[in-house]
């Protein structure tokens, strides 16, 4: 196994957005990554859109690199985890990127290979265009050097938070169910603006640019929300008329709700 290389099972989206990441910032070279894709004309196209090396099985990736990225869905999970005790040994840092199935499940699914080192991350979609928020967690075979490797392979595609694993659930229920939230919101604010008499293309642009900009207004200034939110709101005007409807139905209290939900079913996932 070669410490330059890095592997990934399963070539979907997200592990697409980490490949693009790590290739365009030189964290590897292209044909130093790995993927392990069963479907041919999913593998056929990373191999020729990104140049990488890609297999149907999964014991080249094994036996060629140091970390591995699991990037399956959680319902296959157990069964990629049975075809790759064989090849897995302490040597391998694995990173999963599956929702909801705790260190345990894969320190328990890797059985005799007790040493692994196993890291479990939360991404979210925003990753596939490079703006993921990620928040990821260690077993006790996880060294300092192994979690930075981690930090600098998700930081590719975002930013990324180190925590203890009792808190991913909650990573799961806020940033990465978040992005429905943030897509409802925008659906229901060009809805709004086609209600009040604009144009669909005139509502969309006005919505997202809205979005985009308070979103950076928001990161470049580091001010509160609250604050940003007053600088808009002057005595009697428009926007503390609607700020009033979103408080007298709870707006706050409904993501809050939402967020807490989404937390409460990954924690049901980890448990079945």
């Known amino acids: 196994m070669e410490n330059d290389t ?3 099972i399963g070539g979907g989206q997200m592990a697409e957005a980490m ?43 094994w036996t060629s690199c140091n970390t591995v990225i699991l990037a399956v869905k959680p319902q296959i999970m157990e069964v990629v985890l049975s075809t790759s ?21 894969y320190e328990d699914g890797f059985g005799q290979n007790k040493g692994c080192k196993i890291i479990r991350v939360m991404p979210n979609t925003p990753a596939l265009v490079l703006e993921g928020a990620s928040g990821f ?25 180190f925590l203890d694993e009792s808190a991913l659930d909650a990573v799961t229920g806020l940033s990465g169910s978040g992005p429905a939230y943030v897509f409802t ?5 060009i809805d709004a603006g086609i209600k009040v008499g604009l144009p669909r293309a005139t509502a969309e642009t006005l919505a997202l ?12 200034t580091k001010k509160h929300p609250a604050e940003l939110r007053a600088m808009v709101t002057s005595p009697g005007g428009t926007a503390i008329a609607g700020q009033h409807v979103l408080e007298r139905n709870a707006f706050k209290g409904i993501i809050m709700d939402a967020v807490e939900a989404a937390t409460n079913r990954s924690k049901e996932f980890g448990k079945s």
């Open 6 to 8: 890095i592997g990934f």
């Open 19 to 61: 490949i693009k990441g790590i290739i365009s910032s030189g964290l590897y070279k292209a044909d130093k990554i790995f993927v392990t894709e069963p479907q041919q004309e999913r593998c056929d196209f990373m191999t020729g859109t990104y140049g990488v090396q890609g297999f149907a099985d999964s014991e080249p990736v």
């Open 85 to 105: 005790r064989l090849f897995v040994s302490p040597e391998h840092l694995i990173i999963s990127i599956a929702a909801g199935l705790p260190i345990s499940f």
């Open 137 to 161: 967690s260690g077993n006790r075979n996880v060294s300092k050097e192994d979690l930075l490797l981690c930090e600098q392979i998700l930081g590719k595609i975002g930013k990324a938070v």
């Open 185 to 189: 919101f925008a659906d229901a604010l």
């Open 209 to 220: 640019q809205t979005l985009l900009g308070s979103v950076k207004l928001l990161i470049e």
